[in-house]
């Protein structure tokens, strides 16, 4: 079974430019998030989708990100434009279940660095 | 305060000491996962468990659900041990994650 797959793995970026990460779930996994991980924290959600539909993006700071799973599988976040503050890794994760609990399954990872 | 704390924060050992990180979690969970992190690398789970003990290798993670605890040993440590470990509860699809313990095994 492939893992989550996430491009590119390093980005480096000057503030006020865009940036792009893409993720792809494990095959037949409904729920997708996207986490944000600043040095020596935990992760942080930004956003969570059933399928194509977002079920929480209360974190997600909607000036400047957005995210999309327009088909229910693989999914964009965007950064535009880009902060100081949004050096970090953003991880991206799936889970099988559709409403329970279930193994969750992280992706390498997108380090972002803002110049 | 977070939902799930994690200690310690830091944790260095000899190789071969028996290793211990604790998790306090204070919501409703319906599992609880430990998950290791390497420097540069991505997660990887290592236990879910909603009761009682798990076992895998030299690792092992136990669950008591009344005092809302869990812990994760390592024994017969090693260097490749080295790594953050991080506590996560879940409600349904909603995760709760610990802030990581940073292990380094010295040799």
């Known amino acids: 079974e492939a893992g989550v797959a996430q491009s590119p793995r390093y980005k480096i970026i000057e503030k006020r430019q865009s940036v792009a990460f893409w993720c792809n779930p494990i095959s037949g996994h409904a729920t997708l998030y996207w986490y944000q991980q600043i040095l020596g924290q935990g992760p942080k959600l930004l956003i969570q989708f059933q399928n194509n539909g977002v079920v929480d993006d209360s974190q997600l700071p909607k000036d400047r990100f957005s995210a999309e799973r327009l088909k229910g599988v693989d999914s964009t976040l965007k950064i535009q434009p880009a902060k100081l503050e949004d050096s970090a890794v953003y991880l991206c994760a799936s889970i099988r279940a559709g409403g329970g609990a279930g193994e969750l399954f992280f992706g390498e990872g997108s380090r972002l660095t803002v110049l | 305060k977070n939902e799930v704390e994690q200690s310690p924060q830091n944790l260095t050992a000899q190789e071969g000491e028996f290793i211990t990180i604790n998790c306090s979690y204070s919501v409703g969970i319906s599992a609880l996962h430990w998950l290791q992190q390497h420097p540069g690398g991505g997660i990887v789970s290592l236990f879910m468990?909603?009761?009682g003990k798990k076992k895998h290798g030299r690792l092992i993670a136990t669950i008591n659900i009344q005092e809302k605890h869990s812990s994760l040993h390592i024994t017969a440590s090693h260097p490749r041990d080295s790594a953050v470990y991080i506590c996560?509860?879940?409600?349904?699809?909603?995760?709760?994650f610990g802030t990581g313990t940073s292990l380094t095994v010295i040799p």
């Open positions: 468990l909603s009761s």
């Open positions: 996560a509860g879940n409600t349904g699809n909603q995760f709760y």
